[in-house]
């Protein structure tokens, strides 16, 4: 059965800190990978990741895609209490998406 | 460039009953997918269309079709409501396809009594 595990399914850390959020997959027809962001409202999109090895960075966000280990993860360098929300990553195989848990950050002053 | 807008926003219906839930997509945007969110499911894929056809279905019970307009506006209905469909319905564009950026609606929270 195709799925998609994030880990840590939650995760406290202090301003200032790093976190890295792991996302690994199981789907066959891979296509890509994307990141999301959730807060109080609807995903917003982060990054989408198709090729391995191939770092993308948006600010102090980051994320980077391995296709022969099946993972990716997401950095956040820097942490800011407005980094607290819930990240989600995707995987998209034959027109759908398949949505892991998400992980919930909590970011503390 | 205006997002993907959803209506309403809130609904409260009873067992039974049926919805209809509408979804704009970003203009130019010719993929339309819709989720389930819950608290329990997480983010669940119901279905994908492009050019009014749909080419992907999620594991969801034939209760809850769609269909797409050729303006790319999309609409899901859901029959004979059950308390367990109460949930946040997400509609998302994108281009071409649901692996591409796509935009997420604002959502509509439909509560099932």
């Known amino acids: 059965e195709d799925k998609v595990v994030q880990s840590p399914l939650s995760l406290v850390v202090h301003e200032g800190d790093t976190v890295t959020l792991n996302c690994s997959y199981e789907?066959?027809?891979?296509?890509?990978l994307l990141w999301y962001k959730q807060e109080k409202k609807a995903p917003t999109f982060l990054f989408m990741l198709?090729?391995?090895?191939i770092e993308k960075k948006s600010g102090r966000l980051s994320s980077i895609l391995d296709k022969k280990e099946l993972f990716s993860i997401l950095n956040i360098t820097a942490t800011q209490t407005g980094d607290s929300a819930v990240y989600l990553c995707a995987v998209e195989y034959g027109n759908k998406l398949v949505f892991g848990a998400g992980t919930i950050l909590r970011v503390k002053s | 460039k205006a997002g993907v807008t959803q209506t309403p926003r809130y609904l409260i219906k009873t067992r039974g009953q049926q919805v209809t839930l509408s979804c704009s997509p970003i203009?130019?945007?010719?993929?339309v997918s819709w989720y389930q969110q819950t608290p329990g499911q997480g983010l669940q894929f119901l279905f994908e269309y492009f050019s009014e056809t749909q080419r992907n279905k999620g594991n969801f019970p034939g209760r809850f079709s769609g269909r797409q307009f050729s303006n790319s506006r999309s609409e899901m209905n859901v029959s004979t409501l059950e308390l367990g469909d109460s949930a946040l319905y997400l509609c998302?564009?994108?281009?071409?396809?649901?692996?591409?950026?796509?935009?997420f609606g604002p959502g509509t929270r439909l509560l099932v009594l």
């Open positions: 198709t090729s391995s090895g």
């Open positions: 998302a564009s994108s281009r071409d396809r649901a692996g591409e950026t796509q935009y």
């Open positions: 789907v066959t027809n891979f296509r890509s």
């Open positions: 203009s130019g945007h010719r993929s």
